[in-house]
């Protein structure tokens, strides 16, 4: 028996709507009402409908290549003190332009949204609160980047779809070294820390060295999930047991160098050091020890201030691109909830030469 194929003309009909109106239904275009799109497919679905795999390959390639028309908005949600005070971090600046470049790639606006400070207890409500007036405004998607005070957002959205941008996102931030694991529900992009410190690794052991150190934070390795701990302790297992040398945790490095640096360089000699903090730098120079001649240094996030480094660009444009992808895909989908399936994109950084390592060999 032959088939006869189900057309959009054919769907549009039995639903009393437009052609275009279909296809946008089909593909749970946001500006089409649910209640339409849900009517739509369950008519599409009675009538045996099935899209052409190569004719939707087609007009995702045209749209794609196409000058994009504003389609909607898309919220930046931004807890910082003022508008401008995240800004003075160059990771979170690529943040932002890559995801606004995607955004206007795809056809979206994205709107920073500032928050005031609030006191509140009952973080539900105010999430709710928040959620509803963003809806009013016609906004149904909302990117996370690295919140500073207001953590319990990531707690629960009704309505809304949400990425996170980053690492960092935990419900208590009161004590961040004791935080325990917290299984994040919302999809999110972040760096692959855990292949940038093999990256590191990889490079070092290429000119040479092999008593290599760590020298981090704890905050910024509990905020990612103890991603780049993990990624050391794998590549300490690789050496012989008299190379291996334990990593070293500070809780701050603004108030000099501390004692416990000192004895840590002294009874390990590490021959390279990886490192987050440029201040590493200025403390083996102040211990009488010259860069790379004595010992090398990596940094494992290449910004302004390390201009010069050997080390690892984090791709952060990449990185806020992502989030609006993983927004849109889930805008798609209709999935204006906590989704059941969260996807986890990390993006993988770059090596880039500099002054601060030489060849060994």
């Not at 707690?155 to 694991?181: K, M, N, R």
């Not at 010259?290 to 940094?299: C, F, K, S, T, Y």
């Not at 990185?319 to 805008?331: F, P, R, Y």
């Not at 209709?334 to 880039?352: D, M, V």
Request: glycine content about 6%; some cysteine; overall charge positive.
């Amino acid at each position: 028996m032959k088939l006869q194929k189900i057309s959009l003309d054919h769907i549009a009909k039995l639903a009393g709507v437009h052609k275009a109106t279909v296809s946008r239904a089909l593909r749970n275009h946001p500006t089409i009402p649910r209640h339409t799109r849900e009517r739509i497919h369950e008519i599409a679905k009675r009538e045996g409908y099935r899209p052409n795999p190569l004719v939707s390959l087609y007009q995702s390639h045209t749209r794609a290549n196409r000058p994009p028309s504003m389609q909607a908005t898309l919220a930046w949600i931004n807890d910082y003190p003022n508008q401008e005070c995240w800004r003075e971090f160059p990771w979170l600046k690529g943040y932002f332009s890559g995801a606004k470049k995607r955004c206007e790639h795809r056809g979206y606006h994205l709107e920073e949204l500032m928050l005031p400070s609030s006191n509140t207890v009952n973080h539900a409500q105010e999430v709710n609160k928040l959620a509803d007036s963003i809806r009013s405004r016609g906004v149904f998607g909302v990117i996370l980047p690295l919140l500073l005070h207001q953590q319990y957002l990531i707690e629960q959205w009704e309505g809304c779809a949400v990425a996170l941008i980053g690492s960092g996102h935990f419900p208590c931030a009161d004590q961040p070294s004791h935080v325990p694991f917290y299984p994040q529900g919302f999809s999110s992009a972040d760096r692959d820390l855990f292949y940038n410190l093999r990256l590191c690794f990889s490079k070092m052991r290429q000119l040479g060295y092999q008593r290599i150190g760590l020298v981090y934070s704890k905050y910024l390795d509990t905020e990612a999930q103890g991603r780049v701990y993990a990624g050391y302790l794998f590549e300490q297992n690789q050496v012989a047991e008299e190379m291996r040398i334990p990593a070293i945790f500070l809780d701050r490095f603004k108030e000099g160098r501390p004692a416990k640096f000192d004895h840590w360089i002294q009874t390990y000699r590490p021959e390279a050091i990886i490192c987050v903090n440029p201040v590493v730098k200025s403390w083996v120079e102040s211990m009488g020890l010259r860069v790379p001649e004595d010992i090398g240094l990596a940094n494992l996030n290449l910004v302004e201030d390390v201009i010069g480094w050997d080390g690892v660009v984090e791709q952060h444009e990449q990185i806020g691109a992502a989030s609006v992808d993983l927004l849109i895909g889930q805008l798609s989908r209709s999935e204006l909830q906590i989704p059941r399936e969260p996807r986890k994109i990390f993006i993988p950084g770059a090596w880039a030469d500099g002054t601060t390592l030489r060849p060994l060999t």
